[in-house]
């Protein structure tokens, strides 16, 4: 019987970038198929030429061995090929219900009956979470406009279901609601490709992992018969034994930053210290407040609180004033508030601090790019030029360019909100030394993570939120997964006191 899917010897370049040299993957009915591979390693392009957004310049695709041409995404929804984007796609100001059924709606005629679609919409949702049907995607939260992609594409009568980083915005329990639909399509028959750069789904529910490198095919790896360590040496063509950079040998230094009584609509009364030369993680469900939490020290959230830096008062009203004290954010959304996509690297590194290349009033462009230079060779970016704009990087270099932007005004703190989401394994490796790097520097850093790998592995204390409160501490002795999902999860908590 031959594979649902298979593709053989294909290639597709962009002008001068060859971003597939000669790639092969096949799927079975039945089984879930993880496709592995840094950021760059032409993932997304092939699921794309599958997909018929992209017109491979040579090579084959058979559906049930028979040749194929998908000429557009239409052509390949006839095929029963679904596609969950990584990018969200949604209409933002139409309902929810709209943007599940819209290839169906696109062909009706006469008028809508917005009733029977949002029941239609409620049915399909239920599986997956608890989202009104009716309210505009534009107000929901990034999570939520994800599942609303994949429920989606669940409406479409597919064969091959293609889910490109599917659970990179969800919490854990919809993870795991999303995964138990994802089986029970495989046991329905249905051939799913998994792209992900997470090992422990790869492991916990895939049955065969391929790995690309560089736009080329590289190994196809039975799991039951590999390790994680050997799918990441696939994937970045060299060992990497350590995923975190050695902690801090030597104890914390003085007090860097105090925080007491953070209160907002969100928050109730938060207090944490933050000491020179330390990594503080901060854990706890989505909506337990840790992105507003860093919003609200940094001035980018109303709040009542007090700070002292360095044991001085200091007032922290506005961004602004939040950089005037070498405090900075590191948005979890680099793609909307991180990064201004379209404009050249340069620029996008100097937006924080213009002072720092400005002349007379007018920014001086060669100041501007040596910048970008310097910080790009200290964070290892692959990039063409400083005047390339960020929309052409991989998601780990867009990353180092968020990260040289926060370095640019030499900062004494660092709140960044999910680092490596989206980030591959290597990325993520050069990352995590930059921030040790910089604790070692006596700068105090402050990280959020929904990945417990990620926060045990990289901080040396960890404060955990639970519906707005702080839940407990961990030092470092006490870092376990269990131990921060009974904190984050209300099941134990060691009191307000930081």
């Known amino acids: 019987m031959p594979p649902l899917l298979q593709l053989s010897n294909i290639a597709k370049s962009f002008g001068p970038v060859k971003a597939l040299r000669d790639v092969s993957f096949e799927l079975r009915a039945g089984e879930i198929h993880a496709l592995a591979g840094e950021n760059g390693a032409g993932k997304s392009t092939t699921m794309k030429i599958v997909d018929g957004i992209l017109q491979p310049d040579r090579g084959e695709i058979r559906i049930d061995g028979e040749r194929r041409r998908i000429r557009s995404p239409l052509e390949a929804q006839a095929l029963g090929i679904g596609f969950v984007h990584q990018e969200i796609a949604l209409c933002p100001d139409v309902s929810v219900a709209e943007n599940i059924f819209m290839s169906a709606t696109a062909l009706q005629r006469g008028l809508m009956n917005f009733a029977a679609l ?43 279901l293609i889910l490109d980083e599917p659970t990179s915005a969800l919490t854990e329990s919809e993870t795991e609601k999303l995964f138990r639909i994802v089986h029970r399509l495989r046991q329905r028959g249905l051939g799913i490709i998994h792209i992900s750069h997470r090992m422990a789904e790869i492991f916990e529910h895939c049955d065969r992992v ?20 050997e799918v990441v040496n696939n994937m970045v063509g060299r060992e990497i034994s350590h995923l975190y950079p050695e902690k801090a040998t030597q104890p914390p230094g003085r007090p860097l930053l105090e925080v007491e009584n953070v209160t907002c609509s969100h928050l109730k009364g938060v ?14 469900l989505m909506g337990a407040g840790r992105s507003e939490l860093a919003k609200a020290i940094c001035g980018l959230r109303h709040s009542s609180k007090t700070l002292r830096l360095m044991g001085e008062p200091v007032s922290i009203p506005d961004f602004s004033a939040a950089l005037d004290h070498g405090m900075v954010y590191v948005s979890e959304d680099r793609k909307v508030e991180g990064l201004f996509l379209d404009l050249p690297i340069s620029q996008n590194i100097s937006s924080l601090r213009l002072s720092q290349v400005t002349k007379r009033g007018l920014v001086n462009r060669a100041a ?9 060779r200290r964070l290892r970016l692959k990039a063409g030029t400083p005047e390339d704009p960020p929309s052409t990087l991989s998601g780990g270099n867009q990353q180092k360019v968020a990260l040289a932007r926060m370095l640019s005004v030499n900062p004494r703190v660092v709140f960044l909100d999910e680092p490596t989401r989206g980030v591959d394994v290597g990325a993520k490796s050069e990352i995590h030394a930059i921030l040790r790097e910089l604790c070692d520097q006596g700068v105090g850093v402050v990280v959020i993570s929904s990945e417990l790998p990620e ?26 997964e269990e131990a921060i999902i009974h904190l984050a999860s209300g099941l134990h908590s060691q009191g307000d006191a930081a």
């Open 118 to 160: 949002e029941r239609k919409a409620k049915t399909v949702l239920a599986e997956l979470c608890d989202i009104d049907p009716a309210i505009k995607v534009g107000d929901l939260s990034i999570s939520n406009q994800q599942l609303v992609e994949i429920a989606k594409a669940l409406t479409l009568d597919a064969r091959i």
């Open 368 to 376: 501007e790019t040596k910048q970008a230079e310097q910080l790009g």
């Open 455 to 480: 926060l045990i592995g990289l901080s040396d204390r960890i404060v955990v939120l639970h519906e707005g409160k702080m839940s407990g501490e961990l030092n470092a002795a006490e870092m376990t």
């Open 271 to 284: 207090s944490l210290t933050l000491r020179e030369g330390e990594i503080l993680g901060i854990g706890g």
């Open 210 to 229: 391929t790995v690309f490198r560089d736009g080329e095919y590289v190994t196809r790896l039975n799991i039951p018969e590999t390790t994680p360590e």
